[in-house]
């Protein structure tokens, strides 16, 4: 018999090659869109939430000023509405020249990108002027009706005292030093846990090495949680590489090993981290217990040999046929079903 959907809260992770677009819709029927990945994104997930249903976002939830986080949103604001948009602010970056640009973007950097974001950062403001705006701070909660959603971080801040559960020394923190600040978007990352009964989710959006680790060491201040968004889609750089860059890693042993997730959810397009390594997959693979769910086969890149089973991966060719996504539907007790919409795959994971 098939579950009434006021009984469930449910997620769809859809297929955005590198970035995020999250639909969350709670038991209540008020919907979050947790960012909204880049331009070219915008039909697929429209899409996804007309199969769904859904026709209006209720708290557009942007966790930092990149491209492909925001740069479907005002695309997306011109076919449905949108109520509420929640942010850490003004982006951190806006008006930094070509110099600035060159030094943080390497091999990607090309001629005028700074001007270039300070447009697309306009564009998106302007949607976002047409509806109520929210700048969410640390401890501060999401008022979506049926679920419980905290601002875990958010403008470069974390919270300081343990949710609820939480609190619990982590040992997997012992040993990880510090590492570079980020002074750009990925720092400034929104973050937010999910609380649906039992049921816990986690999204840490771009957050870099430092952040996250303060969040999960010495005291593990989230606590475990059922489902995680792998938190900057793995991305993972040598030292060599340079100080900078090594400092926008995630993936530490602390973070993982802290959630022991049941499922992880890793949304990177086909072409990977083409000049990274895959040692934040290695942490991915090293957590017991965690089923590593993608949005997309990666076949380039530091971590194209560390895909997940092919029954969990919703785009293997890269082929924009259909509206590639992993569905998750939790019930208040905890337990939780995923769903493949590629092949209909199913797992089911009772209560913990």
């Known amino acids: 018999m098939p579950m009434d959907n006021a009984m469930l809260a449910r997620f769809y992770f859809v297929d955005v090659g590198t970035g995020n677009a999250d639909l969350v819709v709670s038991p209540s029927g008020e919907t979050m869109l947790l960012d909204a990945g880049p331009g070219r994104a915008a039909e697929r997930i429209l899409a996804c939430m007309a199969e769904q249903g859904v026709a209006k976002i209720d708290y557009f939830l942007i966790s930092h000023f990149e491209e492909d986080h925001m740069g479907a949103a005002h695309l997306i604001a011109e076919k449905v509405p949108v109520l509420n948009y929640v942010d850490h602010g003004e982006s951190i970056v806006y008006g930094?020249?070509?110099?600035?640009?060159?030094?943080?973007?390497?091999q990607a950097f090309r001629e005028g990108m700074g001007k270039e974001y300070d447009r697309r950062y306009d564009i998106f403001r302007a949607a976002r002027d047409k509806a109520n705006h929210i700048v969410g701070k640390p401890g501060d909660r999401v008022p979506i009706a049926g679920l419980d959603v905290v601002v875990a971080c958010a403008g470069g801040r974390t919270i300081r005292t343990p949710l609820d559960g939480a609190g619990a020394p982590n040992p997997h923190g012992s040993g990880i030093e510090p590492r570079a600040e980020d002074d750009a978007e990925d720092g400034q990352s929104v973050g937010v846990v999910v609380n649906y009964g039992q049921?816990?989710?986690?999204?840490?959006a771009d957050l870099t090495w430092n952040a996250a680790n303060a969040l999960f060491y010495p005291r593990n201040l989230i606590g475990e949680v059922d489902a995680y968004i792998v938190t900057h889609h793995a991305y993972?750089?040598?030292r060599d590489f340079g100080e900078y860059f090594y400092g926008l890693s995630?993936?530490?042993?602390?973070e993982l090993h802290g959630l022991s997730s049941r499922a992880a959810i890793l949304s990177l397009g086909g072409q990977g981290h083409k000049h990274g390594t895959a040692e934040g997959m290695k942490v991915l693979h090293s957590v017991p217990g965690m089923d590593l769910w993608q949005t997309e086969f990666i076949r380039e890149g530091g971590e194209s040999g560390y895909n997940g089973p092919e029954p969990y991966i919703a785009n293997i060719e890269g082929k924009n046929e259909r509206v590639?996504?992993?569905a998750l539907a939790a019930k208040a007790d905890g337990s939780f079903t995923m769903t493949n919409s590629r092949n209909g795959f199913e797992k089911r994971y009772p209560p913990r």
């Open 236 to 238: 993972s750089f040598p």
């Open 250 to 254: 995630a993936c530490s042993p602390a």
């Open 199 to 204: 049921f816990r989710f986690v999204y840490l």
């Open 96 to 106: 930094k020249d070509d110099e600035w640009w060159k030094e943080r973007r390497r």
């Open 324 to 326: 590639p996504h992993i």
